[in-house]
Every structure is written in C-alpha cells, then in structure tokens.
C-alpha cells in the first residue's frame, strides 16, 4: 500500500521553522510524484510544493524562498522544510503521491494524485 503518512506538524510563532515528513510505501518510490497540498479554514486545497522523479522541485509563489521540498528514495521519505513561517501558512498539510510520473503541466492540480495521507496540522501564530 502506497498511502502516504505525514508527520512534524505542530505549533510556531512567525519567523519559526518547521519541517514535515511524509512516509510511503513502495518498492518504486524512486518512481513516485510527490507533492505537498494545504488547506486553510475556509479555503480551498491549494498547492505548495511538488516533484518528480530525477526532477528538481516545482514550488508555490507563496512559498518559494522559504520552503525546501527533498526526498530520500532509499528511505521512502519525502520532507518539506519550511523556514520563515507566516501566520498565513497556517493550515493542515497533506502529502500527495503518484506511483509514476505526473505531467509537469500538472504537478500542482490536486486531481493529478492518487494517494492521500490524512494530513497534519501546522498553527503559525504569536
């Protein structure tokens, strides 16, 4: 089963660091498309931040300069580091898997996906 698990979600003023964890099964995670989704009180699902196999990763505007998105195949980990948090990235985050390889035209539509982790929490505020 691929079903993706987040983990490292918590509480941080603004300006505080923060990174989440997302685990998947597989014998071709290598293969996998990842992403990173959130979802605020109120609002839609937006993207945050994607890749895909032996690609660089694909970001937000929002938070291009201050999230770094990696993966370590060997380890079925994807991991987005988040620096410099605002009180508007406040949402729950949730990882996004595809077992091969997602349109570049497509890494942030949501539809693109196949599996969902459940999501965890982050709360930026002072």
């Known amino acids: 089963q691929v079903q993706p698990r987040e983990s490292g979600g918590g509480f941080v003023q603004p300006g505080g660091s923060l990174r989440l964890a997302c685990a998947a099964a597989?014998?071709?995670?290598?293969?996998?498309?990842l992403a990173w989704f959130r979802q605020a009180p109120g609002k839609e699902r937006e993207f945050v931040a994607g890749i895909r196999e032996g690609s660089s990763p694909y970001y937000a505007d929002s938070v291009k300069a201050r999230f770094t998105l990696s993966r370590d195949n060997a380890a079925n980990m994807l991991y987005l580091q988040k620096n410099n948090l605002k009180v508007e990235d406040t949402a729950v985050y949730y990882c996004?898997?595809?077992?091969?390889?997602?349109?570049?035209?497509?890494?942030?539509?949501?539809?693109?996906?196949?599996?969902w982790g459940q999501g965890t929490q982050v709360t930026v505020s002072s």
């Open positions: 597989g014998d071709t995670f290598r293969k996998y498309s």
């Open positions: 996004a898997v595809k077992s091969n390889r997602v349109i570049l035209s497509q890494i942030a539509e949501s539809s693109a996906y196949s599996y």
